[in-house]
């Protein structure tokens, strides 16, 4: 029997947070996306119905915090803090006090860090047994990002979390072909998609989670997307493997795959160990699994030092059984990330 629990990923409903920079077009987005017939069964949380400009949307105020947009969406503001407006929110619908709803937004302010709302998915039993991380969506504004990227470490950690970055008011600037060059070095697996005409496709801004919303299954490719990450194909053997590095700002990308199975007493003291010493710069980790005693894949997946707790997949998704863990760090490098496994592993 594992010692992981099971991946239970589809059975619990997806939450995704939309951040970026103050001005790069969070209402927008939402705005246009509410709009959307495929967004109608949707749940939105917002800081101030005013901040966010949806007053033109609310058609219905079903109390002080929850509004029904014109779109069927729910709307509501945040209380005291985001797990309490969450589980508010789920005990309405349950009640019938509010339509249903099949999916959460989360917007943030302009300023705000989202590591702290992805520990809460991840981490908090309260939320995270009937809520699930589905995509962290950073708005990028294609005018300013340059300055804002260059001068605001927010900014940076916006970008470097996110698993879809949307570069907003193409229309403003000729070429944003060094933009997206600098968003894919500091944040290699993330999707970029452009705003053309203010044409918003939700269809390519979520669903980035381990389980692929329309198949109901899971797609450890997409999750992970190990090759964005991997300089080559080379798998890491600790000691003379090929590293592929991305530096902005002290952000690096980095990619670790080890041949044999490993043990779980050391992989754990392993991350224990970097997120007690290092866990501030640890600012995205994921990975899978193959160990020794186990038949199905474990993944693992953590934010700063709050990790998911590991959760074994029901199969191998392909013929590849090798472990893969990525990495998006602040100023931790790929030789000092295998130096610590390797000298946990020599005092086993």
């Excluded at 109608?40 to 917002?46: G, H, K, L, N, T």
């Excluded at 309490?84 to 509010?98: A, F, H």
């Excluded at 899978?288 to 998704?317: C, D, K, M, S, Y």
Aim: glycine share 6%.
């Amino acid at each position: 029997m594992s010692l992981f629990e099971n991946d239970k990923s589809a059975e619990r409903m997806p939450v995704s947070l939309i951040t970026g920079f103050l001005g790069s077009g969070k209402t927008t987005l939402l705005n246009r996306l509410l709009r959307h017939d495929a967004m109608r069964d949707s749940a939105v949380v917002i800081n101030e119905y005013g901040e966010v400009s949806l007053d033109h949307l609310l058609v219905e105020r079903v109390d002080g915090e929850v509004a029904v947009l014109a779109s069927g969406c729910i709307c509501c503001t945040i209380r005291s803090d985001l797990e309490e407006t969450l589980r508010t929110l789920l005990v309405k619908r349950d009640r019938g006090e509010v339509p249903p709803f099949r999916r959460i937004l989360v917007e943030t302010t302009g300023l705000a860090d989202p590591a702290p709302i992805v520990q809460l998915l991840l981490n908090n039993p309260l939320v995270s047994h009937f809520l699930r991380l589905d995509t962290v969506l950073t708005t990028v504004d294609a005018a300013n990002a340059v300055h804002q990227l260059d001068h605001q470490y927010e900014a940076v950690k916006q970008v470097a979390l996110a698993d879809r970055l949307l570069i907003t008011k193409c229309d403003l600037v000729s070429n944003t072909a060094a933009l997206y060059q600098r968003l894919r070095r500091l944040n290699p697996g993330a999707r970029i998609e452009r705003v053309m005409h203010g044409e918003i496709d939700p269809a390519g801004l979520f669903g980035a989670a381990l389980v692929d919303p329309e198949k109901k299954a899971v797609d450890v490719g997409r999750w992970l997307n190990e090759e964005a990450f991997a300089g080559s194909s080379e798998p890491a053997h600790e000691h003379h493997d090929h590293a592929h590095h991305s530096h902005d700002t002290s952000i690096t990308s980095f990619m670790l795959a080890f041949d044999e199975p490993l043990d779980w007493m050391a992989v754990s003291h392993w991350l224990a160990y970097l997120r007690s010493v290092r866990g501030e710069d640890l600012l995205r980790v994921k990975g899978i699994l193959n160990l020794r005693g186990e038949q199905t894949p474990v993944v693992i997946h953590g934010v700063h030092h709050v990790f998911h707790p590991p959760v074994a997949l029901p199969e191998w998704p392909d013929a590849d059984r090798r472990s893969r863990i990525v990495f998006i760090t602040r100023g931790i490098t790929r030789e000092e990330v295998l130096a610590l496994w390797q000298a946990g592993r020599e005092a086993a």
